[in-house]
């Protein structure tokens, strides 16, 4: 087992080795796979995950929150995101429709002078009832900008390392990139009773091909990415809901699977806690993930913890990345029957 100093120490002295690492994987001539942003929280981040979700929710609009500090003796692994989204057109077409427009902004590695990743972008969704107020299905699309930038002179390169040298010979033609991107997705919702509220959702991400190049040569194009998610919340008595959730990942060869489900226990003056743990699987055992949130009136915090299970565990100790995630919803529309259908979807509290 390596001791905490030796951890401390190897985070040190090998973080610019990784930097460098993951330049060359950017500016590799092959289809990137550059990872992109995501939570283990994915529940409480319905923007990243899927367009459609643009206005799935029980209110007239949403904030969302989300903090993400991957392996505390690696300094620049950090994830954060924000969105907010709004119902602002109901009865579009027909009776019970609804246009729902959002953004959401996120930063990834925001320690200076390492590799950092910024982007903002905007979403619209039109969810469509199916022949009663229960039954929905949504589509919805997604476009924005991303920001790559990194310090070459914070990074060791494999020709340092060989010639014992402090300058490199690697050549860039710039070190701080932009470029668009486009995403889709679709959304389908259904009450069958009133114990139970499920969904399911697919989406594609990076559908315009973006060229991420920091060097000459032949286009990188970052690869399309597909996701799948579902979940459900299912009333178990007056005490309890059950709320499982599951998303599959999938750019090129890498793919990613993260299931599981919390149980919460519901007190009085619209507040709940939940506990709940989920198993992710990246190529391999990777991760179980132990959640608790805490419901209050329009209020959701929610707190996680991965541990690692895989064999990088010798390294890490276990130990994974925390994660926070706060969602406000205003408006809250209670049913009844003069505004049965006035910008209500049937969507779980999640």
């Known amino acids: 087992m390596y001791k905490l100093e030796g951890l401390a120490l190897c985070g040190k002295v090998c973080s610019s080795v990784l930097l460098a690492l993951l330049v060359g994987l950017l500016i590799s001539v092959k289809p990137a796979q550059a990872q992109d942003i995501h939570f283990s929280q994915f529940y409480f981040?319905?923007?990243?995950?899927?367009?459609?979700?643009?206005?799935?929710?029980?209110?007239?609009?949403?904030?969302?929150?989300?903090?993400?500090?991957?392996?505390?003796?690696?300094?620049?692994?950090k994830t954060y995101a924000a969105s907010f989204d709004a119902k602002l057109v109901n009865n579009l077409?027909?009776?019970?429709?609804?246009?729902?427009?959002?953004?959401?902004?996120?930063g990834d590695n925001p320690e200076p002078?390492?590799?950092?990743?910024?982007?903002?972008?905007?979403?619209?969704?039109?969810?469509?009832?199916?022949?009663?107020?229960?039954?929905?299905?949504?589509?919805?699309?997604?476009?924005?900008?991303?920001?790559?930038?990194?310090?070459?002179?914070?990074?060791?390169?494999?020709?340092?390392?060989v010639?014992?040298?402090?300058?490199?010979?690697?050549?860039?033609?710039?070190?701080?990139?932009?470029?668009?991107?486009?995403?889709?997705?679709?959304?389908w919702n259904i009450v069958p009773n009133e114990r139970a509220n499920i969904y399911a959702g697919f989406s594609l991400f990076h559908l315009n091909s973006?060229?991420?190049?920091?060097?000459?040569?032949?286009?990188?194009?970052?690869?399309?990415?597909?996701?799948?998610?579902?979940?459900?919340?299912?009333?178990?008595?007056?005490?309890?809901?059950?709320?499982?959730?599951?998303?599959?990942?999938?750019?090129r060869s890498a793919s990613e699977l993260i299931m599981g489900a919390a149980l919460r226990y519901n007190l009085e003056d619209n507040a709940g806690i939940r506990f709940g743990s989920w198993f992710r699987n990246y190529r391999n055992a990777d991760a179980l993930v132990i959640m608790t949130a805490l419901d209050y009136q329009r209020f959701i915090f929610g707190l996680s913890y991965?541990?690692?299970?895989?064999?990088f565990s010798r390294v890490s100790n276990a130990r994974g990345g925390y994660e926070i995630s706060l969602i406000y919803t205003g408006g809250v529309i209670v049913e009844s029957k003069r505004n049965r259908n006035k910008g209500r979807i049937p969507c779980p509290i999640l």
């Open 210 to 251: 973006p060229v991420v190049n920091f060097a000459s040569g032949p286009a990188n194009t970052l690869s399309m990415r597909t996701v799948i998610h579902g979940g459900a919340a299912i009333k178990l008595n007056d005490q309890f809901d059950l709320l499982p959730a599951i998303m599959l990942m999938k750019q």
């Open 306 to 311: 991965d541990f690692n299970i895989s064999s």
């Open 113 to 161: 002078g390492h590799i950092g990743r910024t982007g903002f972008f905007g979403s619209a969704a039109y969810h469509q009832t199916l022949g009663d107020k229960n039954h929905y299905i949504a589509v919805g699309v997604q476009g924005g900008l991303h920001q790559i930038g990194f310090d070459p002179n914070l990074l060791r390169f494999g020709d340092q390392i």
């Open 163 to 187: 010639n014992g040298s402090t300058s490199s010979n690697e050549a860039f033609n710039s070190t701080n990139i932009q470029f668009t991107d486009i995403g889709a997705g679709a959304l």
């Open 93 to 106: 077409f027909s009776y019970g429709n609804i246009l729902a427009l959002g953004v959401y902004m996120y």
């Open 45 to 77: 981040s319905p923007l990243t995950v899927n367009p459609a979700q643009t206005g799935f929710f029980n209110g007239r609009y949403r904030f969302a929150a989300n903090y993400r500090d991957q392996w505390g003796f690696v300094p620049f692994l």
